[in-house]
């Protein structure tokens, strides 16, 4: 009996055995399956992996990141060449000789119009175009033909007489040329009178949707105390939704196809620029703001209605009617509020202009940095703040600061208009008569 048990025992011990070694490579090979499955490999397409283009074949040794990048984009998929973009004739504007013919560092937005014609015509008609420029190196050094379409464009009719700004003027250009110039020059003319920097947006080689999509790329400019929408956005409901499940949306999907099931909220390019809802694409970021918000005291665009309808189209893809009329009453109530603190700003230096005590120089008396602080970087961000639903930059990064910088240009004004005062006024005397 005893030997009957021990008999089983082993035989059980040599099944289990066994099945071990059949069922855990078979488990292993299962889950390796299913694991490999479910891996999301790299985009491997590369349309220009067996290009025999003399570009190609050259600057792949010289500069082999710009022809990998520009081997996944979908430019180099529809078969436009290297050519095509960079390649002019020797007499164009800005032409340079390169290996027996002449091309252009940059293409301007001349080359881009070739396949992009309706985009460039919306951008320039854009706060991006000539107005972003202008609004550092000033419109003296324009061409008649670029002032007249400057002075055509909304922004360009609210102040076409713009000087150069003086911060930038101040600073000089070692410093704006890393600083104002980096953003503004967007919108600066090219040598071939074309206007533009399309690659502030769509970098080079690769062109992404994905990247001229996500806020981040935004963020290279509107950010800062003067224009912090990058901030506001991240605090945002939208900026959260963004953050915390932006890598499930359908960041590729075809251009004025998307709805909400590619973007469950949005982001700037949603807003701005994207075809969405009863909204078709643009490429003038202003064709839907009601406001100028940027301005000191800010008015209403000329079609603003227009503006209106076409971003409400967006907000109807997810909120409704009431909630969209509400917001936008309260909003401008809120630019009128921040406007009236301006004017009161405006109205508090008047008598110190009135009585010669601030020179003509501008920014070399302390309170001309308040003066200027005071709407052109927590007016605004306030303003900002309320349409792009950020609370904090709202109150604290903005309607508390104008009403600190109003104390401070109350105290400012009685110092100054005090001292004056108390300046004794010189007596003329009669001059001695000779022989008197």
């Not at 003399?54 to 792949?60: G, K, L, N, S, Y």
């Not at 915390?244 to 949005?266: M, S, Y």
């Not at 109150?395 to 105290?411: F, K, M, T």
Request: charged share 20%; hydrophobic share 35%.
């Amino acid at each position: 009996m005893a030997e009957n048990t021990s008999f089983w025992r082993s035989a059980r011990v040599l099944i289990l055995g066994l099945l071990a070694v059949i069922i855990v490579p078979g488990l292993a090979l299962i889950m390796f399956a299913v694991s490999s499955s479910m891996r999301v490999e790299p985009e491997a397409t590369d349309a220009l992996a067996n290009s025999t283009d003399e570009c190609v074949t050259c600057h792949r040794q010289t500069t082999p990141g710009i022809v990998a990048q520009y081997g996944h984009s979908s430019m180099a998929a529809a078969a436009v060449s290297c050519k095509d973009c960079h390649e002019v004739a020797g007499d164009y504007p800005g032409a340079v000789e390169h290996e027996g013919t002449f091309v252009l560092n940059q293409p301007t937005t001349a080359m881009c119009s070739t396949c992009h014609a309706a985009e460039v015509a919306q951008f320039n008609q854009s706060r991006h175009g000539l107005p972003a420029y202008v609004a550092v190196a000033g419109s003296q050094d324009l061409s008649p033909e670029l002032l007249a379409l400057y002075e055509a464009i909304p922004e360009g009719q609210f102040a076409p007489d713009k000087s150069r700004n003086a911060i930038a003027s101040l600073e000089g250009p070692a410093i704006t040329r890393f600083a104002c110039e980096s953003c503004h020059d967007i919108g600066k003319p090219a040598a071939d009178n074309s206007v533009g920097q399309c690659s502030k947006c769509h970098m080079r080689h690769e062109f992404s949707l994905e990247q001229a999509r996500k806020p981040e790329t935004c963020n290279n400019c509107h950010i800062g105390p003067d224009h912090p929408q990058w901030e506001i956005y991240q605090e945002s409901k939208h900026g959260i939704a963004y953050q915390t499940n932006g890598h499930t949306w359908n960041w590729d999907a075809e251009p004025g196809t998307l709805t909400v099931l590619d973007f469950p909220a949005p982001t700037c390019a949603t807003c701005h620029i994207s075809g969405f809802g009863a909204s078709g694409t643009t490429h003038d970021v202003g064709a839907r703001l009601t406001w100028y918000l940027f301005a000191p005291i800010s008015e209403r665009r000329p079609a603003w209605q227009d503006n209106q309808v076409q971003m409400q189209n967006v907000c109807r893809e997810c909120h409704n009617e009431n909630f969209i009329a509400d917001f936008y009453a309260d909003a401008d109530l809120l630019v009128d509020a921040v406007n009236a603190r301006v004017v009161e700003s405006n109205e508090i230096i008047a008598p110190l202009k009135e009585a010669g005590l601030l020179t003509d120089a501008p920014f070399d008396q302390p309170i001309d940095f308040t003066h200027y602080e005071l709407w052109h970087h927590w007016g605004r961000t306030a303003k900002f703040g309320a349409w792009m639903q950020g609370a904090d930059y709202t109150q604290w990064h903005g309607a508390y600061e104008v009403l600190s910088d109003l104390a401070e240009l109350r105290e400012y004004a009685e110092e100054l208009l005090g001292e004056s005062a108390s300046v004794p006024t010189p007596v003329s005397t009669p001059e001695a008569t000779p022989g008197s």
